[in-house]
């Protein structure tokens, strides 16, 4: 049986959700069957062996559309295998350190008993919405700080625990 993955995201100008495709496809990469979905778009999650809930950062807190997602799934999420992952830092921090989740992320984490989670750079080029991004980007600190390798490793860890689940049964 192949297992099946939802990978969830909350994005606001599109960073995030490329972030969640590449996940999808190193997991697919592995074996694994793995669709890719807003969060607010997301009605069940009962059909998924295992999920992956992604948001990016924006002033400390996660994209409110993974907030409402984990807290509207919980019971069901709190019954698989889940993993997060936040993308933000506008800088090469998270390609240079592990990155902890901010405090509402560790919460969730805690709460539904998450395997993991990663923090990977984000992205913020022209064009952005939102008063804030257009700040940021006025100020000369947008960029691209994503690192695909490294989420593409990442994924293929999550599949090997998933792989293993599935072999422990």
Do not use: Q
């Amino acid at each position: 049986m192949t297992e099946s993955v939802l990978v969830a995201y909350g994005s606001t100008n599109g960073s995030t959700a490329r972030i969640a495709e590449a996940v999808a496809a190193a997991l697919r990469k592995e074996g694994l069957t793995a669709d890719t979905a807003p969060a607010g778009t997301v009605t069940d999650v009962t059909p998924y062996d295992g999920v992956v809930l992604g948001g990016g950062l924006y002033a400390g807190r996660w994209h409110k559309d993974a907030r409402r997602f984990a807290r509207r799934h919980r019971r069901s999420l709190a019954e698989r295998p889940l993993w997060l992952f936040s993308s933000g830092p506008l800088d090469t921090s998270a390609a240079e350190r592990d990155v902890p989740p901010v405090p509402g992320v560790r919460r969730t984490g805690d709460r539904l008993d998450a395997r993991g989670h990663v923090t990977f750079g984000g992205c913020l080029e022209e064009g952005a919405k939102g008063r804030v991004a257009r700040m940021i980007l006025r100020g000369g600190r947008g960029g691209d700080f994503r690192d695909f390798a490294a989420v593409e490793r990442w994924a293929a860890g999550v599949a090997r625990e998933l792989s293993g689940d599935r072999r422990a049964r």
